[in-house]
Antibody, heavy 113, light 113 residues
Framework: EVQLVQSGAEVKKPGESLKISCQDSGHSFANSWIGWVRHIPGRGLEWMGMIYPSDSDTRYSPSFQGHVTMSVDKSINTAYLQWNTLRASDTAIYYC??????WGQGTLVTVSS | DVVMTQSPLTLPVTLGQPASISCRSSQSLVDSYGNTYLNWFQQRPGQSPRRLIYKVSNRDSGVPDRFSGSGAGTDFTLKISRVEAEDVGVYYCMQGTHWPAWTFGQGTKVEIK
């Protein structure tokens, strides 16, 4: 059974950098889009963008373009979401999803001084 | 961006009774090939989202047949024929037609009366 396993909760300060991960246990990682969704409780879900591991083709939602970076390491079936400069407003739960069929358990990111 | 507007935002329902959620988009969701990319997701308390319906009316594998989707153009509906206790949660519509700014509705919280 396909599983997406995300890295653990993080607590960071504004201005710090962060990279969270999503490891796919399935056999079709390279040929399936991996997307990222932000969930701020009480504010709903937001589509951030997605990456195609085979060629690292990446499509960002305009709302997140320039603030986050998506990447992959095909050798370990893992996708990453990275921030160079965190803001308090980045506090949220981040989910990875493989073409909406499979979802990770979510990574809680807390940014606070 | 295409704005997705759901109603109601909270839906108290009686077990065994039907429920209906409306989703309206600010632009038509029909693409140049005649496809309509409107999805419905369920997020139970403390869980990751789960897609129920794709392309307006297609149920995902394992989704009970009490869930159905309908609509066209800018108006869409998710119906639950007989609500069960496990259906409690937040339901989101999401448009995947207008790339790359896919957008979710605000969410509708289904609760038991």
């Amino acid at each position: 059974e396909v599983q997406l396993v995300q890295s653990g909760a993080e607590v960071k300060k504004p201005g710090e950098s962060l990279k969270i991960s999503c490891q796919d246990s399935g056999h079709s990682f390279a040929n399936s889009w991996i997307g990222w969704v932000r969930h701020i409780p009480g504010r709903g879900l937001e589509w951030m963008g997605m990456i195609y591991p085979s060629d690292s083709d990446t499509r960002y939602s305009p709302s997140f373009q320039g603030h986050v970076t998506m990447s992959v390491d095909k050798s370990i079936n893992t996708a990453y979401l990275q921030w160079n400069t965190l803001r308090a407003s980045d506090t949220a739960i981040y989910y990875c999803t493989r073409q909406f069929d499979y979802w990770g358990q979510g990574t809680l990111v807390t940014v606070s001084s | 961006d295409v704005v997705m507007t759901q109603s109601p935002l909270t839906l108290p329902v009686t077990l065994g009774q039907p429920a209906s959620i409306s989703c309206r988009s600010s632009q038509s969701l029909v693409d140049s090939y005649g496809n309509t990319y409107l999805n419905w997701f369920q997020q139970r308390p403390g869980q990751s989202p789960r897609r129920l319906i794709y392309k307006v009316s297609n149920r995902d594998s394992g989704v009970p047949d009490r869930f159905s989707g309908s609509g066209a153009g800018t108006d869409f509906t998710l119906k639950i024929s007989r609500v069960e206790a496990e259906d409690v949660g937040v339901y989101y519509c999401m448009q995947g037609t207008h790339w790359p700014a896919w957008t979710f509705g605000q969410g509708t919280k289904v609760e038991i009366k």
